[in-house]
């Protein structure tokens, strides 16, 4: 997979669409995972049969300030703790280990969607990661929703100072 070269997001909805690149190639390439974009429909549907989920917050500090928020169900996060590390199916991570994991990713895709819209250093904050149950996931207009390996998952953006 070949990267574009970073441009500058202009608006709120380029940095969504940077975003989904980063989270697409993070997936694809760190844990063989297919992303599809979702609609809020789709994804209420999905989330529907999600108990307990996994979010990880990552503040960067770049030419914009602000926030990557990254919502899954903690049963992909398993998936992804188990295709990232190799691990057999039937092993149960601890909490810790899969609370890492999102927070990593997270790290990864705030990594990626920097590197693909500010063409100078950024700083990211470690992650706080946190268990949220099914009423405190909120999808909406301003996030972005997919779905990875068929499961429900929730980028949200904050930005100190907002695109336009």
């Known amino acids: 997979m070949s990267l574009p070269s970073p441009r500058p997001a202009q608006t ?17 390439c760190s844990f063989a ?5 979702s609609n809020e429909e789709q994804f209420r549907d999905a989330a529907k049969r ?24 903690e049963t992909l996060a398993r998936s992804l703790f188990q295709s990232g590390l190799g691990v057999d199916r039937g092993v149960i991570p601890m909490d810790g280990r899969l609370f890492d ?35 405190q996931v909120t ?12 499961q429900p998952c929730l980028v949200r953006l904050a930005f100190h100072d907002t695109p336009s």
């Open 12 to 28: 709120l909805a380029d940095h969504y669409e940077a975003v989904y690149g980063a989270l697409v190639e993070v997936a694809e």
């Open 33 to 37: 995972a297919r992303v599809t974009r």
């Open 50 to 73: 999600v108990q307990l989920w996994i979010g990880a917050s990552v503040l960067f500090e770049a030419a914009l300030s602000g926030a990557v928020l990254i919502v899954m169900p």
């Open 101 to 135: 994991l999102v927070g990593e990713v997270a790290n990864m895709v705030c990594g990626a969607w920097l590197a693909r819209t500010v063409n100078h250093h950024y700083d990211l904050r470690p992650p706080e990661i946190s268990r949220l149950q099914r009423e």
């Open 139 to 150: 999808p909406g207009a301003d996030c972005l929703l997919v779905t990875i390996d068929k």
